[in-house]
């Protein structure tokens, strides 16, 4: 079952090497998800919503390319810098916050360089309490 994203879930790419969280950036009315700000699948900006996930390593990104090269073909990554074109897909598209639809924990966003973004985490934590 998915769940609404909020700010500081946990998400990887496929190329990347290590996890990076989710940024989410207050636009019209904030919305809150259990305590942290509600997502939605316009939180996709590079840097701004989507940190770097360290280093990459796809040979279709130039810098990691260049390097492969001069390294006589062995694989080397290059610090990560993710070029996200488009809104995450496909959200929740019954669920709008501030008329854009929901950011769920199973959608996507793809990388320039072929990377595949996904949630680990959505970020919500709810507590009982006796």
Do not use: E, R, Y
């Not at 973004?117 to 507590?127: D, E, H, R, S, Y």
């Amino acid at each position: 079952m998915a769940q609404q994203v909020c700010a500081g879930a946990m998400m990887m790419c496929s190329f990347g090497v290590a996890p990076s969280a989710l940024i989410v950036i207050p636009k019209g009315m904030p919305v809150m998800a259990g305590g942290p700000l509600a997502a939605t699948i316009m939180d996709f900006a590079p840097i701004a919503n989507i940190p770097p996930f360290s280093m990459c390593t796809t040979p279709s990104n130039p810098m990691v390319a260049a390097a492969t090269a001069a390294a006589w073909g062995v694989l080397t990554p290059m610090p990560c810098i993710p070029v996200t074109p488009a809104p995450w897909i496909v959200g929740a598209p019954t669920v709008l916050i501030n008329n854009f639809p929901a950011l769920n924990s199973t959608s996507k966003c793809m990388c320039a360089w072929g990377g595949v973004i996904q949630f680990t985490f959505p970020g919500q934590v709810t507590v009982q309490v006796p």
